[in-house]
């Protein structure tokens, strides 16, 4: 066969979205500082990536939901996930739209609303810290979906969770 019949299956390599040290700086000050109830859990930001978010948070007393078990209270792993998987969104759009300055990408975030949020209740939460992660499945122009993680500090998935955002 000669080489102009020849073709190829490969794609060229998609360069890797990395976002502006900016950016990430104001997007962290945002979900840990100025959104005052994820400042009262404690939510801090590991990562933010445009595929993949990472969060974590340390037990306190102000989080027991059962005192005797010293359980984490389900709302505190409700509003987790759901922090998470809006700044999964907003990671999202960002890297939609890195034409823009990094400035006016958050100012995107002020349209974001939670639609829909579910969450799975898989194992009691006990622990000293709590990992946590979200992902964008769908990013389309008025709704998101995500799927989001509450891991234990030995990493065992205790509650999974799912949600939809209102973006635009």
């Known amino acids: 066969m000669s ?3 020849a073709t190829s299956n490969t794609h060229p390599a998609a ?3 990395v976002f ?3 950016f990430i700086v104001q997007l962290k000050d945002l979900f840990e500082e100025k959104i005052v109830f994820n400042k009262v859990l404690g939510l801090k930001i590991q990562d933010i990536t445009p595929e993949r978010v990472t969060g974590r948070i340390q037990m306190k007393p102000e989080l027991i939901g059962h005192y005797q078990h010293g359980r984490v209270h389900g709302g505190v792993v409700s509003a987790c996930l759901d922090a998470l998987g809006g700044l999964a969104c907003i990671a999202a759009i960002g ?3 890195l034409n823009e300055e990094p400035l006016q990408r958050l100012q995107r975030f002020s349209k974001l609303g939670t ?3 579910r969450i799975d209740y898989l194992r009691p939460c006990v622990g000293v810290h709590f990992d946590m992660h979200a992902e964008v499945l769908r990013l389309g122009s008025r709704v ?3 799927r989001m993680e509450f891991r234990g500090a030995d990493g065992k998935l205790l ?3 799912a949600g939809a955002y209102i973006v635009s």
């Open 144 to 146: 998101a979906n995500t």
């Open 20 to 22: 502006e040290p900016e």
């Open 95 to 97: 890297a939609r739209h």
């Open 115 to 117: 639609i829909d949020l």
């Open 159 to 161: 509650c999974a969770g």
């Open 3 to 5: 080489s102009k019949h």
């Open 15 to 17: 360069t890797p979205v």
